[in-house]
C-alpha cells in the first residue's frame, strides 16, 4: 500500500496541471479582446421533400476574427423563412476553427411544413425573388469552460437557387 502514495501524488500533479495548462488557453475567450465569432446561414440544402416531412441540410459559415482558434461545441438554433419558423433545434456537433479563418458546419433538420404549405408554394411561385430569414441562437464555444455566444442574422436566399434543374 505504500507504493502507492507516490503514484497516486503524481497521477494527482499530472491531472492538476493538464487542467491549469487547458484553462490558460481558455482565458482568452474570457478576455476583453475576445471578439464574438460571426454566423451567417449560406446554404440550404433539401434532402428529402415529402408531404409530412421534409429535410434539409443547413450550411452556416462561422468566421473567427481572434488569433487563436476556437473549439465550436455545438449550435442552439431557430430559423424563420419570412415569418415562418422553419426550423428549432439543437447540434452537438464539433469543429474548430482556426484563427483568422472560418468553417462550415453543417446541420442536419427535420420539420413538416404542411400547415404552411399554400405560403411556401406561393413563395416558390417566383423563385428568382429573395425570401428573407433570420437565424437566431446560441453558438457554444470552448472546450471545458464553454462560453455561449449570441447570434442574430439576417439575410436573404433565392430559392431559385436551390431548385434543382
Known sequence: MLCHAPIRRTFRAVVLLS???????????FSSDFQDPRV?????????????????????RIDNPNEQSLPVRGLLYTVHLNDIELASGESSGWTTVAG???????VP????????????????????RP???RLDGEL????????????????EIIPGNFIPE
Open 109 to 128: 433538420i427535420h420539420t413538416n411544413l404542411w400547415k404552411h404549405m399554400k405560403y411556401i408554394v406561393r413563395l416558390l411561385e417566383k423563385p428568382d
Open 140 to 155: 457554444k464555444t470552448g472546450l471545458m469552460l464553454g462560453r455561449r455566444v449570441h447570434i442574430s442574422t439576417n439575410g
Open 19 to 29: 487542467l491549469l495548462s487547458g484553462l490558460v488557453g481558455c482565458s482568452t475567450w
Open 40 to 60: 451567417q446561414l449560406k446554404d440550404v440544402e433539401i434532402i428529402k421533400a415529402r408531404l409530412l416531412e421534409q429535410q434539409f441540410m443547413l450550411r452556416f
Open 100 to 106: 483568422k479563418s472560418f468553417e462550415y458546419y453543417e
Open 131 to 133: 425570401i428573407a430569414y
